[in-house]
């Protein structure tokens, strides 16, 4: 009896392993929920596949040992082809030879399994033991943090006094301000800047954001105040981010609007602003989500098309997401209201994928440096020039469609992220606080832009003058990106 229980549990321990030392890996930027669906999927394709194999040969050590040298096969190349170096072309025949010549041997064996069993059972306990204790022990030590925690806020946020417009808080994700593009891009905004004011909007000259982290900056930016207290609530050296992804999610903003009746519509072309996924695209759609990293090391990494995980299929997923949130963006006016829409979207930002007119493109390096390099410049600008389009269909999208003014604010979470090696450490750090904000406000004689025209004080801007609230404008500080995520240095912005 234990042998039987052995191999059938032993082939669903070496398949959970790859996920379950992915997730401690990254541990300490995602939340258990990311984690399940990917799981419970693997469980399922494991019995599967023995329970066909047990059909076939009637026997449940031989049915376990080539289930397990199957999820090796499957799961297991991609770690197997980084480790020996040789690229896929080469690699994967000498995989497929030996999967058959093992799946062979296998298959032709007379000799009894159960000893086998009890060997392969063991190295999947020791193998899985390691990352389920670490993950056991992190979320042990790491208590999660709500954003109703009276550490957080120095000072509280009465309610709103009344109801105002609809309010959209539309995020591009490193749209760098148009003196930095001028400067370090050669690049003149002025086409998009100009549609902007033509439909009323106003452009802060001067805008910048307190953090050079994206999940930083827009946390910040919809709880309305610095996160100055996770050094001491975490720890001044924590590494863990999740809390901010939490603040992110469920924020200051949406839970004072949801008290006067605001209906609260939160979008996201990516997984930025989610802390347990996106609930409206594919888990597959992120480029960089906890089920592509999965995937990628696996064998489907060698094919394209709709279930495959080469870069091109990756990138034609991420494409498709674009357009549809974009598409959801531009229905919501029709919603009910009074609403306050928060949206975000990865672009201008990397992965560079789209050109100016919407055309598939594909960046010509898989180094991270060259991201934020010369090279990386031309593509973000691209992708930029993608993007206005977008923003400006979006924009008049909600203008034709709302039955009262709405407010708009475009605003980017913070600006370029430059390579230090290409720009040097002191430019990089300023062309990362300095973003772009622009602004829709209905009713306004003169608009102006909230002062001092940092992101934090945006929507501490919008509310005093629609909604009634007395809130104080917070000076204006900067933080750059330095050892530790909660390394708190003011810097000096020229």
């Known amino acids: 009896m234990l042998s039987r229980l052995a191999a059938a549990l032993y082939p669903l321990l070496f398949a959970a392993f790859p996920l379950l030392s992915l997730f401690e890996h990254n541990q300490s930027e995602i939340e258990f929920a990311v984690l399940w669906v990917p799981l419970v999927v693997t469980v399922a394709a494991t019995v599967t596949v023995y329970g066909l194999l047990w059909l076939v040969f009637r026997q449940d050590a031989k049915a376990a040992a080539l289930t397990a040298l199957v999820v090796l096969a499957f799961f297991h190349y991609g770690p197997f082809a980084s480790a020996i170096g040789l690229a896929d072309r080469w690699f994967f025949p000498l995989w497929a030879v030996a999967f058959v ?12 399994l159960t000893n086998l069993t009890w060997v392969l059972g063991a190295a999947a306990l020791v193998l899985v033991a390691q990352p389920l204790a670490g993950i056991a022990i992190y979320h042990a030590d790491h208590r999660a943090i709500s954003t109703t925690d009276p550490r957080l806020w120095r000072t509280d946020l009465s309610p ?47 805008s910048r954001s307190p953090y050079s982290d994206s999940e930083m900056n827009i946390a910040a930016a919809v709880n309305m ?72 090391k696996s064998v489907l990494r060698l094919i394209g098309g709709p279930f495959g995980f080469e870069d091109e299929a990756r990138n034609g997923r991420f494409r498709e997401s674009v357009r549809k949130v974009f598409a959801q963006l531009e229905a919501v006016p029709r919603q009910p209201g009074p609403k306050f829409v928060f949206f975000h979207t990865l672009l201008p930002h990397d992965p560079y994928v789209f050109g100016p007119h919407g055309e598939a493109v594909t960046f010509p390096s898989h180094s991270d440096a060259d991201l934020g390099s010369r090279l990386g410049m031309r593509y973000y600008l691209k992708q930029l020039r993608y993007l206005n389009g977008k923003l400006l269909e979006a924009v008049d999208a909600i203008l034709a469609r709302s039955s009262k003014p709405p407010v708009i604010v475009i605003q980017s979470d913070e600006g370029f992220q430059a390579d230090e090696q290409t720009f040097g450490e002191a430019a990089m750090q300023q062309i990362r606080v300095k973003g772009l904000i622009a602004l829709y406000l209905p009713g306004a004689k003169k608009p102006v832009v909230p002062r001092p025209p940092n992101t934090v004080n945006t929507l501490r801007f919008v509310l005093n003058r629609y909604l009634g609230t007395r809130y104080a404008m917070l000076r204006s500080a900067s933080y750059p990106e330095l050892d530790f995520p909660y390394q708190f240095e003011e810097m000096r912005v020229r």
């Open 101 to 112: 010549l093992l799946a062979a041997a296998l298959v032709w064996i007379t000799r009894d």
């Open 160 to 206: 709103p006094a009344k109801r105002g417009p609809d309010i959209y808080l539309l995020v591009p994700d490193d749209y760098a301000r148009p003196d930095v593009l001028r400067r370090f891009f050669r690049y003149e905004d002025t086409r998009f800047l100009h549609d902007l004011e033509q439909r009323g909007f106003v452009v802060s000259p001067k």
């Open 225 to 296: 105040d610095y996160l100055g207290s996770l050094p001491r609530i975490l720890g001044a050296k924590s590494q863990d981010v999740r809390p901010v992804s939490k603040l992110e999610e469920d924020n200051r903003a949406a839970r004072l609007l949801r008290s006067i009746g605001y209906r609260y519509v939160h979008l996201d072309t990516d997984e930025v602003t989610f802390d347990g996924g996106n609930p409206h695209i594919s888990r597959f759609a992120p480029p960089d989500s906890f089920a592509n990293l999965w995937l990628e």
